[in-house]
């Protein structure tokens, strides 16, 4: 390249200039601002900066177990006591006991229940007609026996009397096994009682009594 001429210098020297100055000018505002900090200082604004990163990709929260922790180990407290000198008492008199007295016994009456006793059993079923008849025909039969009777005549004659009472029993219109049961006290007597049992006519013997052995007692009076 050829050399610069005077023309193009000029511009660069005025340029180099105003840089000086520049600079000049900066040194002083520079040097006038920490004499006037110096000086009056003043208060410095609370500058935060507030710095956000973002994550591209969320991370998983993991689930985070609690620990078990120890139980706690409960001391057992002693209490210490302080033995008390213990007092003397004096024995105390004991009253004797009051007599004790007899109760009266008193023999009340106990009421018994009175029970009523049990009722009769009822009697057997007898055929009233039946029964009727027989009890006509026992007394047919004793009068039958008296109307016989024959008085004896040496009693008669005598003018004595008697009462003999036998026994016999009657089967199918003959009476047998005869006897006396109360003597009159004569032998006249309990003969012919005897002999009218024998010889007195025997009535129309029912039906429920034939067949049936029935004894019978009979009073012959003379």
């Known amino acids: 390249m050829g050399a610069m001429s005077p023309k193009q210098d000029l511009p660069v020297s005025r340029a180099v200039l105003v840089a000086l100055g520049i600079e000049i000018v900066l040194l002083i505002a520079g040097s006038v601002a920490i004499a006037n900090a110096k000086s009056n200082p003043a208060p410095v604004a609370d500058q935060s900066v507030e710095l956000s990163f973002e994550d591209p990709q969320p991370k ?20 210490h006591h302080i033995a008390t000198p213990m007092k003397t008492v004096a024995p105390q008199p004991v009253p004797a006991p009051a007599p004790i007295r007899p109760i009266p016994v008193v023999n009340t009456p106990v009421a018994v229940p009175v029970v009523a006793p049990p009722p009769p059993p009822p009697p057997p079923t007898v055929n009233n007609e039946a029964a009727e008849k027989e009890a006509s025909f026992a007394a047919q039969l004793k009068a039958a ?15 004595t009397h008697g009462k003999t009472k036998l026994g016999f029993t009657f089967l199918d219109g003959v009476s047998s096994q005869i006897h006396i049961i109360k003597s009159s006290g004569s032998t006249m007597f ?26 019978y007692e009979v009073e012959v009076v003379f």
């Open 60 to 79: 998983k929260i993991e689930k985070i177990e609690p620990k078990p922790q120890p139980k706690p180990v409960i001391q057992p407290v002693i209490k």
């Open 145 to 159: 026996i008296i109307t016989a009777r024959i008085y004896p005549a040496a009693a008669r004659m005598m003018g």
């Open 190 to 215: 309990d003969q012919a009682a005897i002999q009218a049992v024998t010889a007195a006519p025997v009535p129309p013997i029912p039906e429920s009594l034939k067949g049936k052995r029935v004894n």
